[in-house]
């Protein structure tokens, strides 16, 4: 997983500050949007637990703060609910002039509600996951009772939200009466998979039934029995990021790789906009590879030169052991390590000059087992007769014509 900080600014010119997260292994399929609860940040554990297991399964995901919270600019006491929806929007443009426009969108709790309202102006958005989503915007009124008053009264109230101040104003409390969540979702023709526990001390089970009955199909639902408003417990956001990747899936396009097929032994090809990510058929086999991001690479696959590394690992160790099974001995584990690197040849005579070094690998052994030392003098002496060892010694030639 690659973890970049981005900004962006809202339609009021402020600096949103957020984190795009990507896999580590290819270019991500599609990106998604994360919009965390009321009053959290980017950085709830549970967030990076399910943005990190959407990122395995191939997602690009970008995890911000909405205004006035975490790094973003702004004061969260001028903020309502509309101004998150806003929030997303300037997200999803951010994610479309910079990388590519998101597919997917999730939201929790209050972020939910934002989510579902945001994916009905944002076109490029197929499916909409929530997870313990309230059904309409102004149950955050019940976590604010004890100062509704005061609010309504004064024009504004502070109030503790788990462990924090907030100043909440009255035109905070006015922009939710004003939305009406089941409207929206009923009208609007796009996949929703509503996640909740039944639980949920804070956003109680009966708001995902409200948001699932008004919703259009394709709709699912999924039940995290057990689990915490906040989810808290790792396992529980990891599930759930797993749920929604495969879900999602389903509902937005992946583009298939093409099928490389040769009657070589490999294949490796590669298009003039990726750069050094080569896409490979080895043997029966599907892997990528690539150079290191210090080489302008993108180190989703090996090197070409750590894939002969490998081989030459590979070899050794299926040669010895191939060698000790018929001989009897006890050789419980055999370990290879290779590198690969140019140094001066051991009886360099002018190893001042550039030219003198020569292609070089590093090999070490180890073993597991019980040996006496002629047993690991012998093994030494097999190893230096792999196949791929001899190849790399021999005088090769490489024939090449035009297909």
Not at 83 to 100: H, P, Q
Not at 127 to 156: C, F, M, Y
Not at 349 to 367: A, Y
Request: hydrophobic residues 35%.
């Amino acid at each position: 997983m690659a973890i970049k900080k981005v900004i962006f600014r809202n339609n009021e010119n402020q600096e949103l500050v957020g984190r795009i997260e990507l896999p580590t292994n290819q270019s991500p399929h599609n990106y998604a949007i994360f919009a965390h609860c009321f009053t959290c940040n980017k950085n709830l554990s549970a967030v990076k637990n399910i943005s990190r297991a959407l990122t395995k399964n191939g997602f690009g995901v970008l995890r911000f703060d909405f205004t006035g919270l975490g790094e973003s600019e702004g004061d969260f006491e001028d903020t309502n609910f509309s101004g998150n929806v806003n929030d997303l929007i300037s997200a999803s443009d951010f994610l479309k002039d910079n990388y590519k426009a998101p597919s997917l969108i999730i939201g929790h709790s209050l972020g939910g509600a934002a989510s579902i309202f945001a994916a009905s102006q944002i076109e490029s958005i197929k499916a909409i996951a929530t997870i313990g989503a309230p059904s309409n915007p102004q149950h955050v009124q019940h976590l604010l009772r004890s100062s509704i008053e005061e609010i309504k009264a004064n024009g504004k109230a502070i109030i503790n939200l788990s462990g924090r101040d907030f100043t909440i104003k009255k035109q905070f409390l006015d922009d939710l009466e004003t939305k009406s969540l089941p409207e929206v979702v009923k009208h609007i023709k796009k996949a929703l998979l509503v996640i909740h526990s039944p639980q949920d001390r804070t956003v109680s089970i009966k708001n995902a039934e409200e948001i699932y009955k008004a919703a259009s199909h394709p709709k699912s639902f999924i039940s995290i029995d057990g689990a915490d408003h906040l989810l808290m417990n790792k396992e529980d956001s990891k599930y759930v990021g797993n749920v929604i990747s495969n879900w999602a899936k389903r509902y937005v396009e992946i583009p298939e790789l093409e099928r490389l097929n040769t009657h070589h032994q490999v294949i490796a090809s590669l298009d003039k906009a990726d750069g050094f990510t080569t896409q490979m058929k080895v043997g029966n086999h599907y892997l990528i590879a690539d150079e290191p991001i210090s080489y302008e690479g993108n180190d989703y696959g090996p090197s070409p030169y750590e894939l002969v590394s490998a081989g030459l690992s590979a070899c050794t160790a299926m040669t010895v052991q191939m060698y000790v099974k018929r001989k009897g001995w006890d050789l419980q584990n055999i370990e290879v390590h290779t590198s690969y690197g140019k140094m001066h040849a051991t009886d360099c005579e002018n190893c001042e000059d550039k030219s003198s070094k020569i292609d070089t690998f590093n090999r070490e052994i180890k073993l597991k087992g019980e040996l006496n030392e002629d047993q690991i003098k012998r093994i030494l002496q097999i190893a230096d007769k792999c196949p791929v060892h001899k190849t790399l010694h021999n005088e090769v030639q490489v024939i090449t014509t035009l297909i």
